[in-house]
């Protein structure tokens, strides 16, 4: 598209919300109760040369300055979680509770996510408290785990009253109902500290492939309602304590980073949980219809030069750059 049509697009859209991975935190409040679900102005898809492309690569210009961090941030996320860019904290370490949703929860197409908003939750971590805000989904992970992508990935977005924003990123795989798809999981872990008969001769057998997890088959049970972006539908009720106790069972993989949305800001407490979720291949199907494709590319190494000022400007350079130094 011209300039023109582009800055007049752009004005047409200042006003609204960019719904992104911090929709509800005080980077983009949530819209006052009975307004209309924001629909987000940046998307996934077309490459650096398209001026037209709302993805990615053209991230930093679709709101600048505001978006600056998306090309020039050198804390940027997603990345590879490989050893040596996180620190492992156990779940025993952090605190986390989240209120269970008797009622059913709202759940909303933003156009880039589809987001459940949620009712109470405390996460403390790193002597920082931090409130739950909502949580959405990424098709397919984000993070990659050790160079692997995988099916999904969850991000539970917290604040804190200094208005830090913490994030708990959870892998969803799709439960195959044959071979082992993810090593063993928590409840089979905690299957082990049984000590009947029954439970000893299991945990000799090959692991069991993974369950889906129930609380995130009722979620999707509903995404069909919410196809078209902009829609809301209330979910069953949801009972959370199933996701806690798999955070609180197993490690988590943290760092700082930042969100992996418009405007990319930096600073986020990330805690990528090293337990994994699951859906049927029945719900990966339904979900994945309505998500469509929304993961940005990975990152850089947390501290090395943005990936996009490295092709803009040859690493050289951006490496100066990145260091604050003038060049000469
Ligand atoms: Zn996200």
Excluded at 172 to 197: E, F, M, Y
Excluded at 264 to 271: F, I, L, R, T, Y
Excluded at 305 to 311: F, H, R, T, V, Y
Aim: negative net charge; charged residues 15%; proline residues 6%.
């Amino acid at each position: 598209m011209g300039l023109l049509l582009q800055s007049l697009l752009i004005t047409a859209t200042a006003t609204r919300v960019f719904a992104s991975c911090a929709y509800g935190t005080f980077l983009q409040p949530r819209a006052t109760e009975g307004e209309e679900v924001p629909v987000s102005n940046f998307g996934y898809i077309g490459n650096i040369a398209d001026t037209d492309s709302q993805g990615p690569l053209n991230w930093a210009a679709l709101e600048s300055p505001a978006n600056s961090a998306c090309a020039t941030g050198t804390r940027q996320s997603p990345i590879d979680m490989t050893e040596g860019v996180f620190q492992l904290v156990e779940g025993s370490d952090i605190q986390v509770q989240v209120n269970d949703m008797p009622e059913g929860a709202e759940f909303e197409n933003l156009g880039t996510t589809v987001e459940v908003i949620t009712q109470g939750g405390t996460l403390v971590s790193g002597g920082k408290q931090f409130e739950l805000q909502q949580f959405h989904f990424h098709l397919p992970s984000e993070h990659l785990d050790n160079g692997t992508s995988q099916a999904m990935e969850m991000h539970m977005v917290w604040q804190s009253a200094e208005q830090e924003i913490a994030v708990i990123g959870m892998y969803i795989n799709v439960a195959d109902g044959g071979a082992v798809a993810n090593g063993t999981a928590p409840a089979a872990k905690r299957d082990l500290n049984h000590n009947s008969r029954f439970f000893r001769r299991q945990a000799a057998a090959p692991p069991a492939a993974t369950a889906p997890t129930n609380v995130l088959e009722t979620i999707f049970s509903v995404v069909d309602q919410i196809s078209t972006p902009g829609t809301k539908v209330k979910t069953p009720p949801l009972v959370m304590s199933e996701v806690v106790d798999v955070i609180k069972a197993n490690a988590l993989q943290t760092y700082s980073g930042s969100l992996t949305t418009p405007p990319c800001s930096e600073g986020v407490a990330w805690h990528v949980s090293t337990a994994k979720l699951s859906v049927s291949p029945a719900t990966f199907v339904r979900a994945a219809n309505v998500i469509g494709f929304n993961s940005r590319f990975p990152q850089n190494t947390p501290g090395q030069p943005n990936i996009l000022m490295i092709s803009a400007l040859g690493s050289a350079a951006a490496a100066v750059a990145a260091s604050g130094a003038v060049p000469a």
